[in-house]
């Protein structure tokens, strides 16, 4: 079954076809909305949508300040399509530290957050009918940006911890196989990919290469990437396959979503390198980005490393687990992002997030993330929030 087949039989097609731009997690935030006019703000537990609710570092406003002060008069005007290249640069010498191979400021694309970076990615590569494989549970919007561009989404099985399930992996590649897509750390599970499943991911992929007589790419969607806890480290992709992609964003560890600034990078010993980005620059502008926004460019190139309090989000999760553990929930406790992902106690997860709906409690059915008999809690939340609903957690599941 395509993406979308697999989602229409799991949440049936009123979600899929009414609205092809509908999600569970926007359905629970609207209803969540609803739930406040009736009973108040202060008195609804909204864990539906995973906006980050932390401010940004102190140092982006000043940088905003200083940039508007002295910007030239050009600074608003349009640009080369992949961006600033003196921000491409800034990005392309972190990337170079972070990922262990060397990275120009050419091989650097700026885009309209990461929704872009991946957008910009599959329209260059995708022929008509070409898969993208990738993991589940995932994002469900992965499979509208693969049908943007004419390609099918299929899901993989990850295992029962949600680390990558390889032999699933190299059982779903096939002569239609063009993108293996990897979300590190992962929403909305939280779990990271250990370097060595990336290596062994990258052996597979140049096997597979071969044998199909066509490229295999590796994408990687890393918002989430400085979103870390105890720790733990996210291992770079480029040191592990050479036909990889990594696009991420700003918006979770500056903390600035709504200001939709990321980047797309290729690998610099990619075998189509010049093609590639050639296609990608083309993208970014026919599919209406044009370019990403010169006023965030400019403050990103000065706020490389910079990031929010990430210690915030590392305690709002040991709260939430420490109280889902006593309810009695099962989970895995995230490695990073601001999810965690529970074992619904019903079989029928949409019926336990309803069971938490009359407690006034909005979480995600694990199904709108092909995680059926999951529900998603993202805990980007005031700790208040989480404080006063962990009794109504313990009262859900003891009405199971």
């Known amino acids: 079954k395509t993406a979308y087949e697999m989602l229409r039989s799991l949440v049936g097609s009123e979600m899929c076809i009414r609205d092809r731009a509908s999600s569970w997690i926007r359905r629970m935030f609207e209803e969540g909305a609803e739930l406040k006019k ?20 102190p140092s982006f406003r000043r940088v905003l300040r200083e940039i508007l002060e002295h910007a030239p008069e050009s600074a608003h005007a349009y640009m080369a399509n992949t961006g600033l290249p003196e921000t491409c640069a800034a990005v392309a010498e972190r990337l170079s530290a972070e990922q262990g191979v060397r990275v120009s400021g050419a091989e650097v694309i700026m885009t ?38 004419g390609g099918v989404l299929n899901t993989v099985p990850s295992r029962p911890d949600f680390q990558l399930d390889l032999g699933a992996i190299e059982a779903a590649l096939g002569p239609r196989s063009k993108i293996v897509l990897l979300n590190s750390p992962n929403n909305p599970t939280g779990v990271v990919y250990p370097e060595e499943s990336l290596r062994a991911l990258g052996r597979l992929l140049e096997e597979k290469s071969r044998a199909l007589s066509r490229t295999l790419y590796l994408v990687a ?68 980005f044009v370019n990403a926004p010169a006023l965030m460019q400019r403050a990103v190139a000065r706020l490389q490393g910079e ?42 997860d949409v019926a336990f997030v309803q069971e938490l709906k009359k407690e006034r409690v909005l979480a995600v059915p694990g199904r709108g993330f092909f995680g059926p008999g999951h529900f998603r809690i993202a805990f980007c939340v005031e700790d208040a929030v989480i404080e006063n609903a962990l009794p109504a957690f313990a009262r859900a599941i003891r009405r199971r």
């Open 307 to 348: 990031r929010c309090d990430v210690a915030a989000y590392r305690r709002k999760r040991d709260l939430l687990c420490d109280g889902l553990a006593a309810a009695g929930y099962e989970f895995i406790r995230p490695q990073g992002t601001f999810y965690v992902f529970p074992r619904s106690p019903l079989a029928d």
């Open 112 to 149: 309209c957050g990461a929704a872009g970076a991946l957008n910009i990615a599959f329209k260059a590569l995708l022929d008509p009918g070409d898969e993208v494989l990738v993991p589940a549970p995932c994002f469900v919007e992965y499979g509208f940006y693969a049908d943007n561009h």
């Open 221 to 288: 969607d890393e918002p989430y990437r400085q979103v870390v806890f105890d720790g733990v480290r996210v291992p770079p992709l480029f040191s592990c396959y050479r036909q990889s992609i990594v696009c991420s964003s700003y918006s979770k560890d500056l903390s600035i979503p709504g200001e939709r600034i990321g980047y797309a990078a290729v690998h610099p010993e990619a075998e189509h390198k010049k093609a590639l980005l050639a296609g990608m620059a083309l993208a970014n502008r026919i599919l209406g």
């Open 38 to 57: 009736a009973h108040g703000a202060a008195n609804v537990f909204d864990f539906s949508l995973g906006n980050p609710n932390l401010p940004p570092p």
